[in-house]
């Protein structure tokens, strides 16, 4: 298992930033896939990205390609998410989630996920 604490959401205007970070510590963070989910309130979990175990691949849900990047640095640790152009609807609680597998492939699933963190809430006021 590997513990995963995530940090830096807040409130913010539309159209603002914020960089979202995700401290593992336990099982060899480097050889794992990372990602990132959501939930607001009221609605399921859902995919936002995901980085391969060397942080050279990602992939982002649709609704945030192009505004959301996904980042990784082995040697502290900590994967990142940098949100710009923030909307009304990115409001959710953000939780960052380590894959099961050593050295996995990259996966939007989240039942293979097996470790998650308890969240950060962002909030995008109008």
Request: glycine residues 12%.
């Amino acid at each position: 298992q590997v513990q995963l604490v995530e940090s830096g959401g807040g409130l913010v205007q539309a159209g603002g930033s914020l960089r979202l970070s995700c401290a593992a510590s336990g099982r060899t963070f480097s050889n794992y896939v990372m990602g990132w989910f959501r939930q607001a309130p009221g609605k399921e979990r859902e995919f936002v990205a995901v980085i391969n175990w060397s942080g050279g691949s990602t992939h982002y849900a649709d609704s945030v390609k192009g505004r959301f990047t996904i980042s990784r640095d082995n040697a502290k640790n900590t994967v990142y998410l940098q949100m710009n152009s923030l909307k009304p609807e990115d409001t959710a609680v953000y939780l960052c989630a380590a894959n099961r597998v050593w050295r996995g492939d990259i996966t939007t699933r989240e039942n293979d996920f097996g470790s998650w963190g308890q969240g950060t809430q962002v909030t995008v006021s109008s």
